[in-house]
């Protein structure tokens, strides 16, 4: 169990929405850039953060995640520290592609990840152990290097769900059941009794919810 001497609060944000996310485009490591909603909900998130005391701003090292940790940094008047091992997973050959055209094209292969969305990948894609692996060890630096403080961390959907199941020692089963949407807000505090689940996919920002 991972455990700090001062609580430590990291807040998991995913990036704003793209044009692709609004199409049920899978993205993957391919990087469209934000929508006109996404920019606003990357703003709506720069305006509840500055009412925080947010010592440091990370982001996945994709261009969505990085533009909306910009709005959001250029508030708290912070860089942005990249942090490459937060990138979504790699989607292999259905990166770009809508769920029917990945129905068209690989039906059983569809069927299967449908089913078992751990063990079955899609065609060439990251396995969800590697994208945890990967996600953990990034969190590690970070918590490290801020001790006793608040960090926002802007990455995807994958690498937060897999990251609340492995700071708080959940079965990665439990994956594909957590729903986190573009600019939802996950809190872990983490410090002497272990990480601590604070709230879970917050989009209640300063003009409604959503």
Not at 16 to 30: F, K, M, S
Not at 57 to 66: E, I, P, T
Not at 101 to 129: F, K, Q, V
Request: proline residues 6%; charged residues 25%.
């Amino acid at each position: 169990m991972r455990t700090l001497p001062e609580t430590t609060r990291l807040l998991l944000i995913r990036h704003g929405e793209t044009a692709w996310n609004a199409e049920g485009r899978i993205q993957g490591q391919l990087d469209p850039p934000l929508s006109d909603r996404g920019k606003r909900q990357a703003a709506l998130l720069a305006e509840r953060l500055a009412r925080e005391e947010i010592a440091a701003v990370y982001s996945s090292d994709l261009g969505r995640a990085r533009a909306t940790a910009e709005v959001m940094a250029a508030a708290l008047r912070l860089p942005v520290e990249l942090a490459p091992g937060l990138r979504e997973a790699h989607f292999g050959q259905w990166q770009g592609l809508t769920g029917a055209e990945i129905r068209m094209e690989y039906p059983e292969e569809y069927r299967l990840w449908r089913e078992d969305s751990l063990a079955h990948r899609p065609p060439c894609g990251e396995r969800i152990e590697a994208l945890q692996e990967r996600s953990l060890a990034a969190a590690d630096e970070i918590l490290e290097a801020h001790v006793g403080q608040s960090v926002a961390v802007v990455a995807h959907g994958g690498p937060i769900r897999c990251l609340v199941c492995g700071l708080l020692e959940l079965p990665l089963a439990l994956y594909p059941r957590l729903r986190v949407d573009n600019g939802g807000i996950t809190r872990i505090w983490v410090g002497e009794r272990g990480p601590v689940l604070a709230s879970f996919n917050d989009t209640c920002h300063p003009e409604g919810c959503g």
